[in-house]
């Protein structure tokens, strides 16, 4: 019998106004950090709601529909992109707030404007990009998602940025985990845009993120890795019997042709990668809930002060993931035909950055007389935001113009 609402979670349950049964640990609308800009706040909407529907109605939303996921956008229409990636992720990191008395908004709202920050071309054109701007401080997704709602989109007349709440930023910012002190993952320098951003707004860089931002940098990892076997196989870069020796993944292959043995190809696909996502988010919630229990969590304080992350899968199934991760590097990201794609965006990225410094003239005027200035890191940086901010197809679109066609 299913569990009622009064059920579902223990005595360190609540309702909040909105409808949310939420744990004792989860974040709470009504006792947000707020906003760095004073606002009046929704009458029918949480704080979290209210970021989401920012998140939603902002350009940057809308051009992660012709941004890369791993192929280039005219590579085909069933590949994932930044746009559909985002919304699985979004629908993964529900369930699991869901299931774990976490707040679902909040965690939705992060997942759906995590990637903001990538450039066109995937991780090829972070990597050029992140080249050119070496010498002006580097490029990063991560602290560009933070420039991008925090100062490129300009939809506000009072503020820069969309304004969002100390939590959703928080999140955005630690989606890797804490950034500075003993439990930062690297001793890489922070990048400058959220450095001289904590300055004025202290994100706490040093502790882990809430358990909503835990969770949605966790069905990130799940969507993105379940997918790119999905569209991996389609594209033929490996096939079925390639993924055998995986450790559950090739497990649940074989379940899946042991259970309905010969259906249609894609049938079969879906059905089995949809079944390894629910070993994955089982494993997620059987993890944690593990963890919270043991730990004692009471509170959103007590998942901060946490000295490793709340959210977080078996040992069993982390190494299952590795093996995943490592077998898409060396098949997938690495394979000959996305190798000849990605050096050409690099190409491409290469050679409109270097367009728009030599001549800035050629920006859009809004950003042209930013650019325009004689302190070459600053007009470098304006560029990078400008050509971050790119689709795929715009980018190839302004390459073609410029230098010769059919690059790629």
């Known amino acids: 019998m299913p569990l009622n609402k009064t059920q579902r979670y223990t005595k360190d349950s609540k309702t909040d106004l909105y409808g949310q049964i939420l744990a004792d640990y989860a974040c709470d609308p009504d006792k947000s950090r707020g906003r760095l800009f004073i606002e009046n706040e ?115 007349p009072k503020f820069d940025g969309l304004n969002l709440s100390w939590e959703t930023l928080e999140g955005l910012v630690k989606h890797n985990g804490p950034l500075t002190g003993s439990l930062a993952r690297t001793n890489k320098l922070i990048p400058g845009a959220i450095s001289d951003y904590v300055l004025e707004h202290d994100l706490e860089l040093g502790t882990f993120a809430s358990g909503e931002a835990q969770v949605a940098a966790l069905a990130d990892d799940i969507a993105y890795n379940c997918h790119d076997i999905d569209d991996g196989l389609r594209a033929g870069l490996f096939d079925i019997s390639d993924l055998n020796e995986l450790p559950m993944v090739g497990e649940a292959f074989t379940r899946m042709s042991d259970l309905y043995g010969k259906i249609e190809r894609p049938r079969f696909i879906h059905v089995t990668i949809s079944h390894i996502i629910g070993l994955m988010v089982e494993d997620l919630l059987s993890e944690t809930r593990n963890k919270i229990s043991k730990n004692k969590i009471k509170s959103v304080d007590d998942v901060r002060e946490l000295k490793f992350p709340l959210v977080c899968f078996s040992e069993d199934l982390y190494e299952s993931d590795q093996a995943l991760k490592r077998f898409l590097l060396e098949r997938m990201y690495r394979h000959k035909k996305v190798n000849k794609m990605t050096s050409r965006a690099r190409r491409v990225i290469k050679d409109v950055f270097s367009l728009l410094f030599d001549s800035p003239e050629h920006l859009p005027h809004e950003w042209r007389d930013r650019a325009e200035v004689s302190d070459d890191s600053i007009k470098a940086r304006i560029i990078a935001d400008y050509i971050a901010g790119m689709t795929d197809r715009y980018a190839l679109n302004m390459h073609q113009q410029f230098f010769d066609p059919g690059v790629l």
């Not at 992109?81 to 008395?101: D, K």
Request: net charge positive; proline share 2%; hydrophobic share 35%.
């Open 42 to 156: 929704s009458s029918y909407r949480s704080v979290f709601q209210r970021d989401r529907d920012r998140i939603i109605h902002c350009s940057a939303f809308r051009r992660l529909k012709h941004k890369t996921q791993v192929f280039v956008y005219h590579e085909g229409d069933y590949y994932r992109t930044r746009l559909t990636h985002s919304l699985e992720v979004a629908q993964i990191a529900r369930t699991v707030s869901r299931a774990l008395g976490l707040n679902e908004d909040l965690a939705e709202a992060l997942a759906l404007a995590h990637d903001f920050g990538h450039t066109p071309f995937g991780h090829a054109g972070e990597e050029a990009l992140d080249s050119l701007m070496k010498p002006f401080g580097g490029f990063d997704h991560n602290a560009q998602t933070l420039r991008i709602v925090t100062k490129l989109e300009r939809r506000y």
